[in-house]
């Protein structure tokens, strides 16, 4: 009787994306899986032909991971812009691997048909970016799209920030900080 397969696809890209979680993707080796998975490496590779093949499993679970994140985020202000924006720095300051992982790292190993760009990710399947543009158009900005990425410019340097401990501005300075940006944007 044949032994029955204790390690699914599920465990292996589970244990996978929580170690890119805690380490970056680098730290995602056939070995260290292994380890934390509990099996030798043949069955990694007996469902992925390859680490890169494994890593973009990662890349789009935490692409995922980013869109439930961002969809639960507590949206409060009603300013356009600034619920995206806080959920964005949030998630540089709560998961800062994956966040290098989906807005920092180049991604080489990632086809052009699984990589995402920035635009994609945050608009997600809901439309997130296209309905605040929709919003900032409804209080009368002229030139949306062009206000869209005057303030994602600071935003994603703010995130960026979070990464090497430079950004210290509390969640209500930062929301300040994006409501008077828009207001400043939205009049230039």
């Known amino acids: 009787m ?9 465990k292996i890209t589970d244990t996978a994306f929580e170690m890119a979680r805690e380490e970056g993707l680098m ?21 992925y032909k390859n680490m890169e093949e ?33 959920a964005y720095i949030s998630f540089a300051k ?5 966040f290098e992982i989906l807005f ?6 990632l086809s052009k048909d699984a990589k995402k760009s920035m635009y994609e990710i945050l608009n997600g399947k809901n439309g997130n970016v ?35 401990g430079d950004y210290d501005l509390s969640d209500e300075e930062t929301l300040l900080l994006l409501q008077k940006s828009y207001e400043a944007f939205s009049k230039s």
């Open 2 to 10: 044949a032994r029955k397969e204790t390690i699914t696809i599920d």
């Open 27 to 47: 730290g995602v080796t056939a070995r260290k899986v292994a380890a934390k998975a509990e099996c030798s490496t043949q069955p990694i590779f007996r469902v």
């Open 54 to 86: 494994l890593w973009s499993a990662v890349y789009i679970r935490s692409v995922d991971y980013f869109r439930g994140f961002y969809d639960l985020y507590d949206k409060t202000s009603d300013v356009p812009f600034a619920n995206l924006g806080m």
């Open 94 to 98: 709560k998961e800062k691997h994956l």
């Open 104 to 109: 920092v790292s180049e991604n080489s190993f």
């Open 130 to 164: 296209v309905v605040e543009i929709n919003a900032a158009k409804t209080k009368g900005c002229a030139d949306p799209s062009d206000l869209f990425m005057k303030l994602w410019i600071l935003i994603h340097g703010a995130a960026c920030m979070c990464l090497t």
